[in-house]
């Protein structure tokens, strides 16, 4: 590793990243109102913490309440400032074991993406099952995967053209969308509540913002390639999660196309010897 990158890896610590260029990112290493996210309902003092850079939310049953009454938390935070967007992605790693009994009721795990417009993007998450909701006038998308494991979860949306839904890195939908997002006043909302099943919900990371252009390994879309930037690439680099790798002749996945300089759509050390070349130490 070369001197400039071993700086580079002590910025990015000392950064621990957020809101920067074209991109924000909580990385659920501290809780979310300390990092301006609203909080919007708590109910029933729920126990949440932060572990190993995860964001846990333990859901259970309310004291003196008969279910459906269990404990819940949401928050929520602006997207104002990425009105207009032309290519938009919002990317979460989410685990929880949650039961999917627990979906019609908006629970165990929610996630959405909402505007006082017609454009919404809608998630409750159970642990082997997600409900995707547009629109209450369109079918009910259903989503199936491996139960109690952490789920990459990415919606990419291109103004009024196309949207594109991602669950471990395979198109699970895509479609026209009802018009662009983010428009109308949009934000997102995240968090978990316990109806008649109590759960744990874990938050590995929830990412939003342009997405950055294949191969250019600027993954924040402002024009250099740092430390900030080193952050993400050496995620594609070291990734393994469910259908998502890193290393030769795996596929990194839609959210690792940025590191992928030789087209091939795996990140290896080829791409990195790229990104070293690339790169700029620039703020
Ligand atoms: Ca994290
Ligand atoms: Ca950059
Ligand atoms: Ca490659």
Partial sequence: MSARLGIAIAIVLVLGVRTFGAVYSYECDSLPEETGWTLLERWCEPEEWIADGRFYQRMQFCPGYDPPAGQAVFYGRSLGSFVGSERFFVEWRIQTDGHRSEIPF???????????????????????QARFVRDNRLPIVW?????????????????????????????????????????????????????????????????????PFDGSGDFDSDDDIDGRDFYFFHECLSNHRLGIN??????????????????????????????????????
């Avoid at 629970?107 to 409750?124: E, I, L, M, N, T």
């Avoid at 596929?251 to 790169?279: I, N, S, W, Y």
């Fill in 106 to 128: 908006g629970a165990p795990a929610v996630f959405s993406a909402w505007s006082s417009g017609s454009v919404d993007y809608r998630f409750a998450i159970a642990s082997d």
């Fill in 143 to 211: 989503v199936e995967f491996p139960p109690i494991a952490p789920h990459t979860f990415r919606l990419e949306m291109s103004g009024s053209d196309l949207y594109r839904l991602y669950v471990d890195g395979v198109v699970v939908d895509s479609g026209t969308p009802e018009g662009p997002y983010p428009s109308s006043t949009p934000a997102v909302n995240i968090g978990a509540a316990a109806q008649f099943v109590e759960s744990t919900t874990i938050w590995d990371y929830i990412r939003w913002g342009d997405i």
């Fill in 246 to 283: 890193g290393g030769p002749d795996q596929d990194a996945g839609p959210g690792c196309r940025f590191a992928d300089f030789d087209d091939d759509t795996d990140v290896d050390l080829l791409d990195f010897a790229e990104f070293q070349l690339m790169f700029t130490g620039g703020e």
